[in-house]
């Protein structure tokens, strides 16, 4: 059927008209020509731009004017405002964080995503898409070793996925042990007895989840890990037994695969035996390291990852997927009972005597982007073997420099890396006292940071361990190499050196 309509509003939409096809294209192709100007071309990893810099007085604007400016005018402004002091994360020394740049089927994909905008809650807002995801997600559970019984739903990332492994452990524990529907009586009186084991090193979702869910930081219990930075089971297993007798009562393990500093995976088959000898659920997060089961190099790595009850994976890591995109897999698609809920406008009960799919019931998310058809089009596009060869080139490219780092007295690696994260610090050459020694080299480090970023060389992190800051580079990039890293090695050395002699001169005075 055709309608007349209001021709006036035809340019702002992508429609069948002519105004708006044509209007779409010039947009896009306007959009495209500002990213490339001010971001694929830039030679820099950063603008170097600092943050007391920040005040823009082109940034003092009206933010919805009477009357609106061509959008051509708009994008040239966000272009030399924002785009161009943005982070340049395909550069090959943007390298601080688990920050990846994205493929280019992914940016292809999300033009479709965002002009569609398909809504993934009910069948009738995403109909085709409410199926390529259910397929991508049992391609998922397939690929981490789950059997038929798994199931899954796209997340935003990590967070939320962790978040959710935890929710789905905390009501299954109170439903089996207590007989206690929480969602619908709300926390037992015995929740303040929850505990929850994970490694010293874990990822703060963990206490976030549990604040959230209404069992506090408290109910978190830290185990120490080994000289690699993995959980121990042994003390796992000490740790379990010590809350019982104490009269607590434990209802979950976090294993990581792939913390967040390190990159270092927890043993998963001593940890797993654990949780099935005590009855307690298994969540691996594996947002970092789950890519690893691409390669058949490093695979062996997540031996033991399908006795997981739940399972966190972020593709916008080592899958190389715009923000944001991530998943959540569990290896019995009963356990998304313990959260389903019907609304008479957004998926009757009705629906699943009809044999039609709302996602909306294995989500704590309503409204939820398409985010699958990025990673489908990005698997199709690369094949594994591809996406192999990406992962490990950054694994063996982060060895290569780590064992730059362990021969040169300039340096103090960590330990060497599981994955492609790398932590080490400058050490200065001089021997005060340890107490000032830790003073100098905690200041110095931090400097070598902020000049690095200041002059746009390159963007890298620091995190602490004991008394020490240490710098970090995640090198997922794998257009990274190690002459990149020499060379970013020698600016380093060259930054602290001139530093340690400044702020060791008699007339430096505090």
């Not at 603008?47 to 009477?66: A, I, N, T």
Request: hydrophobic letters at 40%.
């Amino acid at each position: 059927m055709t309608f007349d309509h209001d021709r006036r509003f035809d340019h702002f939409f992508l429609n069948q008209s002519a105004d708006g096809i044509s209007s779409y294209k010039a947009a896009i192709a306007d959009a495209a020509e500002i990213l490339i100007q001010h971001f694929a071309s830039s030679t820099q990893a950063y603008s170097g731009l600092m943050p007391q810099q920040y005040k823009f007085p082109e940034f003092d604007f009206e933010l919805c004017p009477e009357q609106g400016n061509p959008l051509s005018d708009v994008l040239q402004q966000v272009g030399e405002l924002v785009i161009q002091h943005s982070a340049n994360v395909s550069h090959p020394t943007c390298i601080a964080h688990l920050h990846c740049p994205s493929l280019v089927p992914s940016l292809a994909a999300e033009l479709l995503i965002s002009a569609t905008n398909q809504s993934m809650d009910s069948w009738d807002q995403s109909p085709a898409a409410t199926f390529l995801e259910q397929s991508v997600i049992e391609g998922l559970c397939q690929l981490f070793g789950f059997n038929h019984q798994a199931d899954g739903v796209f997340t935003s990332g990590g967070t939320q996925s962790n978040f959710m492994g935890l929710l789905l452990a905390r009501d299954r524990y109170a439903k089996k042990h207590l007989q206690w529907s929480i969602q619908e009586q709300g926390l037992p009186p015995q929740a303040a007895q929850f505990r929850i084991l994970c490694s010293d090193v874990a990822h703060f979702t963990v206490r976030q989840s549990a604040a959230l869910l209404g069992l506090g930081h408290q109910a978190v219990v830290t185990v120490p890990t080994d000289a690699d930075y993995r959980l121990s089971p042994s003390h796992l297993e000490q740790q379990i037994i010590a809350l019982q007798q104490e009269g607590l009562c434990p209802i979950a393990i976090v294993a990581t695969a792939g913390t967040t500093d390190f990159g270092s995976i927890d043993p998963l088959p001593g940890i797993a035996q654990l949780a099935q000898a005590y009855d307690l659920w298994l969540h691996v997060d594996a947002a970092y390291g789950g890519a690893l089961i691409m390669s058949d190099t490093y695979r062996h790595l997540l031996d033991g990852i399908a006795a997981a009850d739940s399972l966190t994976i972020d593709f916008h890591k080592l899958f190389y997927q715009p923000i944001s995109c991530g998943a959540f897999l569990t290896k019995e698609r009963t356990n998304f009972d313990l959260l389903k809920l019907h609304a008479d406008y957004l998926n009757p009960e009705t629906n699943e005597q009809l044999d039609i799919l709302d996602l909306v019931v294995k989500s704590v998310q309503t409204t939820r982007r398409f985010d699958a058809l990025k990673l489908f089009m990005s698997m199709q596009c690369l094949g594994r073997k591809t996406f192999a060869d990406m992962i490990e080139t950054t694994i063996d490219t982060a060895r290569e420099m780590a064992a730059l780092l362990k021969v040169d007295p300039a340096f103090e690696l960590v330990t060497m890396p599981t994955i492609n994260a790398v932590v080490f610090r400058y050490v200065p050459q001089s021997q005060p006292s340890n107490q000032a020694t830790a003073a100098l080299s905690n200041q110095i480090n931090q400097a070598i940071r902020l000049k690095l970023i200041q002059t746009g060389q390159a963007i890298i992190a620091q995190t602490q361990i004991g008394d020490f800051v240490y710098l970090k580079v995640t090198l997922l990039n794998p257009r990274t190499t190690i002459a990149h890293l020499k060379s970013l090695l020698e600016e380093i050395k060259t930054i602290g050196q001139a530093l340690e002699t400044s702020l060791l001169s008699p007339t430096n005075e505090c």
